[in-house]
């Protein structure tokens, strides 16, 4: 297995380029089983997850072109078949996005449970229910969500939980039913709203996107279009957390800053001074960071997905910090790999208590999830010494090029064959 060998201790100077966004690449890679044409999607990140579900689409007989700087062309009409089989979806749960597009547009689906995960239960319920709800006849068979419907009807959908993959499945869905859906304490993240710009470029009506209440009323057809997926939030926020643990300036450029604040605020607390422009972002640090508090909550509040990235800051800060963990119930992986790094951490229950050393340690350290393993590449970043993070397959689901990035910035890390 692949892995990452960091020499901490080096200031971080620079300029990098952000990807465009894994969870928006994703919703909108599933939309395009919904357009009666061939589509292209641009700004798509090289990552795993992007492969997975390529071959999830191919599987089903999807037409699929990749062409320079990853721009991918998907045509659906030759599709054969509606299954997201579970070697599959066992590795991306994100495959759940294709039930909504199936169900509306050919009538049926069989998707796999995803299944529990490294962060939590993680439920899909409200996707199956909502779909139900909207008339789709749906039995959990052998493991799988097996769906049919003829044509789906609108619905009034209170989520009692705001989920993102969960609004982007039943705002799919609406867009090709017949009718007015409502849906109430929809997931306002700025992925969900991304995913339903792309929808009304094809052709779909959407009312109230990026709030809380979404109204879709059902056409019969959507079309082909060209669309280029937004920046990634969470890689531009891990990079500005490399920098103000590190300490130095970098510049991201090709990113929204407006999608940011909850963390640069956050990251000023800490010390660090921080510029913006359009698309640009650049972070100065001098000195050691201060200890802040962290408590995750859906869009607008802090992103459960840079929760892990701003342990490892408080980890080295002046201070202690108190993080809370609201989205997901079992988040704290990470923590314990610090701690082997020689990290002050004490969880109780959703909060981790985290008082700042001086010095972490480098240690051998293994990622149990996507963000967990970013962190711990923050912490090496930061150690004394050479800190190997094992089983990085989960960096590559998230990250393109993580370790050409941080060596663009003056970090010493390198990625070492199987
Ligand atoms: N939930 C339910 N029932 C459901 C669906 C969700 O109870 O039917 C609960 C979950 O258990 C969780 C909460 O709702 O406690 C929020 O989960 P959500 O459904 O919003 O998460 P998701 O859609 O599965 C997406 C991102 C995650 C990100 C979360 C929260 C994608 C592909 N994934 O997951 O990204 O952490 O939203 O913002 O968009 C990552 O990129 O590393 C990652 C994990």
């Known amino acids: 297995m692949e892995r990452l060998l960091i020499r901490g201790g080096r200031p971080l100077e620079g300029e ?22 061939p589509m292209t999607v641009g700004n798509i990140p090289h990552l795993h997850d992007i492969t997975t579900t390529m071959e999830l689409l191919g599987r089903m007989g999807v037409g699929l072109t990749v062409h320079e700087r990853m721009q991918v062309e998907v045509d659906a ?4 078949s509606f299954r997201a089989p579970y070697e599959l979806v066992k590795t991306m749960r994100a495959s759940i996005l294709v039930l909504g597009p199936l169900l509306a547009r050919f009538g049926r689906a069989e998707v796999s449970l995803p299944g529990g995960c490294a962060i939590g ?8 229910d909502g779909l139900r709800a909207m008339g789709a006849e749906i039995v959990i068979e052998d493991g799988y969500i097996k769906g049919r419907a003829k044509r789906l009807r609108g619905a009034r959908l209170r989520m009692d939980v705001s989920t993102v993959t969960g609004t982007e499945n039943l705002m799919m869905a609406a867009a090709l039913a017949e009718g007015t859906t409502i849906i109430e304490n929809a997931a306002q993240e700025p992925e969900v709203a991304d995913l339903a710009h792309c929808l009304m ?19 019969e057809r959507l079309n082909g279009i060209e669309y280029q997926v937004l920046p990634d939030r969470i890689e531009t926020g891990t990079y500005l957390t490399a920098a103000a643990m590190c300490g130095g300036r970098v510049k991201l450029k090709d990113t929204h800053p407006g999608l940011l604040e909850a963390v640069i605020g956050k990251l000023r607390e800490c010390g660090a001074a ?4 359009e698309d640009w972002i650049e972070l100065t640090m001098v000195g ?40 997901f119930e079992n988040r704290f992986m990470h923590c314990l790999e610090m701690q082997r790094m020689g990290a002050d951490i004490h969880i109780d229950g959703h909060t981790a208590h985290i008082r700042g050393v001086d010095r972490l340690t480098a240690a051998p350290v293994m990622a149990t999830d996507l963000r967990a393993s970013a962190s711990l590449v923050l912490a090496g970043l930061v150690a004394d010494g050479e800190t190997r993070v094992d089983r990085i397959y989960h960096i590559d689901r998230g990250y393109e090029c993580i370790e050409e990035k941080l060596a663009q910035l003056g970090a010493d890390i390198r990625r070492l064959p199987e």
Not at 274 to 277: K, M
């Open 77 to 80: 009409s030759t599709i054969e």
């Open 288 to 327: 050691r960071p201060r200890a802040v508090d962290i408590d995750t909550a859906p869009y607008p509040g802090f992103p459960t997905d840079m929760q892990a990235q701003f342990c490892a800051l408080d980890a080295i800060s002046d201070g202690t910090g108190k993080v809370v963990e609201n989205v």
């Open 274 to 277: 921080i510029d913006t422009g």
């Open 16 to 37: 990098i380029r952000i990807s465009g966004a894994k969870n928006a690449a994703l919703p909108v890679m599933a939309a395009t089983l919904l357009a009666d044409g």
């Open 121 to 128: 239960s993680r439920p899909v319920n409200l996707h199956v």
């Open 201 to 219: 470029r094809m052709g779909a009506y959407l009312e109230g996107v990026g709030t809380s209440t979404l109204v879709i009323e059902g056409v």
